[in-house]
């Protein structure tokens, strides 16, 4: 469905100013080193798959947004929606696509600022030929899905930014792209509007069948949603399923932690040269540790606390989040 195939884009570097004759004499005499904003991505993702691309600012997810859209042109390589060349071939895309940009940025000029919710959704519905009585139950559906039922009448310019977001994540169901294309679409919502969007998204790649690619800072949100995430900062760093890439640190040696509750006195100093580091608290009645180690450890950690009575023992997780700081911090 969506393929990129050593997708590459440089840019040049920025001029101080258009107005500095000789700032402008530099620029086109000097030989310019150009900026990298992707290098040599290669990726593939299947009909109907919730597809992550997570990379610190700057790796270049909105670039790759934008050539999908056929607003940026990739100084080599190729990206495929539907088999289509989205430069070469966008005009054989262009029905089949839809993006949402972070916040409230209307990109296209689809919203009227001066005119209802139900009647922007309604005037966009009518610009993809779509029915009259099709279109009315495709919006109540998605008012109802995203709780903005009580917004239809208003106008969208007097809705926040989180609000007029939300209305903006409701074109998808009303449109049903074959591709949707998702760059921060959370980015202004509050916590639980933002579960409200992940149950929608879900809903929308379940019963349409809708391909997303989808960026995001927001690791949770990832975790929840993607079936597949690519970390890449320019270049690809690591891909593979939320579970697999956590196995994957894991399996590194990564650092994980252990919180233990011991009843009575606990001597520090035997977990030195076990552990990576330790912290240590005490009520006198019971001493609380935390316990940083790397699997290999483990054992060890075990054998010793058996020597105490240990109260209470849990251990913590890896996340995402510490999947893309272990990998990062490897490239």
Not at 86 to 109: A, C, M, N, P, V
Not at 175 to 189: C, H, S, W
Request: aromatic residues 10%.
């Amino acid at each position: 469905m969506i393929e990129a195939v050593n997708l590459t884009k440089y840019y040049p570097p920025p001029i101080k100013s258009l107005l500095d004759l000789k700032s402008l004499k530099d620029f086109l005499r000097t030989p310019r080193e150009e900026i990298p904003a992707l290098i040599d991505i290669n990726f593939k993702v299947k009909e109907g798959e919730i597809y992550g691309l997570l990379g610190p600012n700057g790796a270049g997810k909105t670039t790759l947004c934008k050539i999908a859209n056929g607003l940026v042109i990739p100084t080599r390589g190729h990206l495929y929606i539907s088999g289509y060349d989205s430069i070469q071939e966008h005009d054989k895309i262009r029905g089949r696509i839809f993006t949402i940009f972070g916040g409230d940025r209307d990109l296209f000029g689809l919203f009227q600022w001066r005119v209802s919710v139900e009647k922007n959704l309604r005037f966009i519905a009518e610009l993809w030929g779509i029915s009259r009585q099709e279109a009315d139950k495709r919006i109540n559906h998605a008012l109802k899905l995203l709780n903005l039922d009580e917004k239809r009448n208003e106008w969208y310019q007097k809705l926040s930014a989180g609000m007029r977001q939300k209305v903006y994540l409701a074109l998808p169901f009303i449109i049903q792209p074959e591709v949707l294309i998702l760059d921060e679409p959370t980015v202004y919502l509050d916590v639980f509007t933002r579960r409200e969007v992940w149950s929608a998204i879900r809903e929308l790649s379940k019963d349409f069948g809708t391909t997303v690619l989808l960026t995001t800072h927001n690791l949770n949100e990832a975790e929840r949603l993607c079936d597949r995430i690519l970390f890449f900062n320019k270049r690809k760093i690591a891909e593979g399923k939320p579970k697999e890439l956590i196995e994957k640190v894991q399996s590194l040696k990564a650092e994980r932690k252990l919180i233990v509750k011991i009843k009575g006195k606990v001597d520090v100093d035997e977990f030195n040269g076990i552990v990576q580091k330790i912290k240590v608290q005490s009520d006198g009645k019971f001493t609380y540790l935390q316990l940083y180690f790397r699997n290999d450890e483990l054992q060890d950690i075990i054998r010793l606390l058996a020597r105490y009575s240990v109260v209470d023992l849990q251990s913590v997780p890896v996340t995402l989040e510490e999947v893309f700081v272990q990998l990062y911090n490897k490239t």
